[in-house]
């Protein structure tokens, strides 16, 4: 198995129509040190491309494409069981939340939003390096040994949430769709962490917040907020109420593992 280390172990599978960005995109990516880059220019053609296995494999994506949209790409791919891992950058100019939600929840590293820079590009394509080779920064055995509730009602953002637990070395994880399902979790079994999403039907992040704090015999365990939720009234109201700390969706995994390593603390 080949190891991704550096950005220059990428292959980068580029998706974008318009033959003047593919190519400002291209020289970018190679001016960042991405030494293999191919170019398609539609969903269908970068899902052919991925039936070929090849390590270190990135997909950058815009979002309008002439058969689909990005979004409709990273759902597809995270259905295929041989690509729920593939690290996915969006690139676009759209600004409207509800036009992004869907990669958002979707687990993509990162959404880089036109005209970016070298710098943003950098960041990016260092998060799928972090993503496809995770370093060891948390004490092993003491991972090994947390108990995790995952709460969220999308499906592709818990088995995105669960591939990063792993990929840190937890294997204790409980995955459920809501607030209420969690609260019967947490009345029957110990945890050490709770990761939850904001927006959920039934009970949602604010009030599941509020009845571990409050409520539960585990009112001091450690709770991770990870949303898109953008009211930061809202977001400061569920702070206020005893979230540990604030991931914004996407997140990246470097983001993940330090606010576990500071929940934890």
Not at 103 to 125: H, N
Not at 191 to 208: H, K, Q, R, S, W
Request: proline share 4%; net charge negative; glycine share 4%.
């Amino acid at each position: 198995m080949t190891t991704v280390n550096s950005v220059r172990d990428l292959h980068v599978l580029l998706v974008e129509p318009s033959t003047t960005q593919a190519h400002l995109v291209q020289r970018m990516l190679e001016n960042a040190g991405v030494a293999s880059v191919d170019i398609v220019s539609s969903g269908a053609d970068a899902l052919a491309a991925l039936a070929q296995e090849v390590p270190g494999r990135v997909l950058i994506s815009s979002l309008y494409l002439p058969d689909m949209a990005g979004t409709d790409l990273v759902e597809a791919l995270r259905l295929d069981v041989r690509h729920t891992a593939l690290p996915f950058l969006l690139i676009s100019s759209e600004t409207r939340p509800q036009r992004l939600e869907g990669v958002r929840q979707s687990g993509a590293c990162m959404i880089l939003r036109k005209p970016f820079t070298s710098d943003e590009l950098a960041r990016a394509l260092n998060a799928a390096v972090d993503y496809l080779n995770p370093p060891a920064e948390l004490d092993i055995e003491e991972i090994e040994a947390l108990r995790v509730l995952v709460v969220d009602d999308s499906f592709a953002s818990r088995q995105h949430l669960q591939r990063l637990l792993k990929s840190l070395g937890i294997e204790q994880i409980m995955l459920c769709n809501n607030g209420k399902e969690a609260v019967a979790i947490l009345g029957e079994s110990m945890v050490d962490l709770v990761i939850t999403d904001y927006n959920m039907p039934e009970m949602d992040g604010a009030a599941l917040v509020d009845y571990i704090r409050k409520q539960s015999w585990q009112s001091d365990v450690p709770v991770l907020l990870v949303t898109s939720e953008q009211n930061m009234g809202r977001l400061a109201a569920v702070e206020r109420a005893g979230v540990s700390a604030i991931c914004d969706k996407p997140f990246d995994a470097a983001s993940i593992r330090r606010l576990i390593s500071d929940a934890l603390r």
